[in-house]
């Protein structure tokens, strides 16, 4: 069974930084591309950041610069690391598995002063 279990929100100030994970298992981690969405408050999902299998990585033009996704392939474990956060970065970040469909549970960040 496919489980992908997201830590790492919460509260944090404009400008400051937060590290979300997301744990996988019941896949083959390696061979799967993994994204980050968010969900905005009143707002759809959206596409944040996304890594390949091998490595390749993109990002929605609102947060190039400022995020960055990586993968560990040892411990199922992709990774997504937010800084010069902004209010409008809030929402409920979830990860998500290409090929098997699945999300995790997703975590809150909000950024507010």
């Known amino acids: 069974q496919v489980q992908l279990v997201e830590s790492g929100g919460g509260l944090v100030q404009p400008g400051g930084s937060l590290r979300l994970s997301c744990v996988a298992s019941?896949?083959?981690?390696?061979?799967?591309?993994m994204a980050w969405y968010r969900q905005p408050p009143g707002k759809q999902r959206e596409l944040v950041a996304m890594?390949?299998?091998?490595?390749?990585?993109t990002y929605v033009e609102s947060v190039k610069g400022r995020f960055t996704i990586s993968r560990d392939n040892d411990k199922n474990t992709v990774f997504l690391q937010m800084n010069s956060l902004k209010a409008e970065d809030t929402g409920v970040y979830y990860c998500?598995?290409?090929?098997?469909?699945?999300w995790g549970q997703g975590t809150q960040v909000t950024v507010s002063s």
């Open positions: 998500y598995a290409y090929a098997t469909g699945r």
């Open positions: 890594i390949s299998s091998g490595g390749f990585t």
């Open positions: 019941g896949i083959r981690f390696s061979i799967v591309d």
